[in-house]
């Protein structure tokens, strides 16, 4: 079997280029890269957010979120203050800096991601996609892994 050929290594190939693609666009424009922007624009679509929000919309672990927070605050792009409703957990905003930085990149990054699905039928992608998440979800589901 040549794993070239297999749905899963495209897959995960497909994932790789994708990123490197978006990383190149805004590192070169915009100083950041793919992974930290992301959270940026999940909080600029969500408004003031919970870590553990942000991880759940995300896909990621709440440990993998305060670690980008951290380095986003320190770069003056993220506001991380106490929730009121509850002190155990932060509430994370956009700054102005950060609020700009996503705002300048995303139109431009739109762009670029757009030649990348060129000529793909994003309908159909997307209901593939779903169900391979969906399939993965189950097989973890009915796996317990010790580590």
Not at 43 to 57: E, T
Not at 110 to 120: A, I, K, P, Q
Request: charged share 25%.
């Amino acid at each position: 079997m040549d794993l070239r050929n297999s749905t899963v290594f495209k897959l995960h190939r497909a994932t790789v280029l994708v990123n490197r693609v978006a990383d190149n666009y805004l590192l070169a424009g915009h100083g950041i890269r793919y992974a930290p922007f992301l959270l940026l624009l999940v909080v600029r679509i969500n408004g003031p957010s919970k870590q553990q929000s942000i991880a759940d919309s995300l896909g990621v672990s709440r440990a993998s979120v305060t670690q980008r927070v951290q380095l986003l605050s320190a770069r003056g792009l993220l506001d991380v203050r106490i929730h009121e409703g509850d002190p155990r957990s932060n509430l994370v905003d956009l700054t102005l800096s950060g609020r700009r930085l996503t705002d300048a990149a995303w139109h431009g990054l739109e762009t670029e991601l757009g030649r990348v699905d060129r000529g793909v039928d994003d309908a159909v992608l997307r209901e593939q996609l779903d169900r391979l998440i969906d399939n993965s979800t189950a097989t973890l589901a009915s796996r317990t892994v010790d580590r």
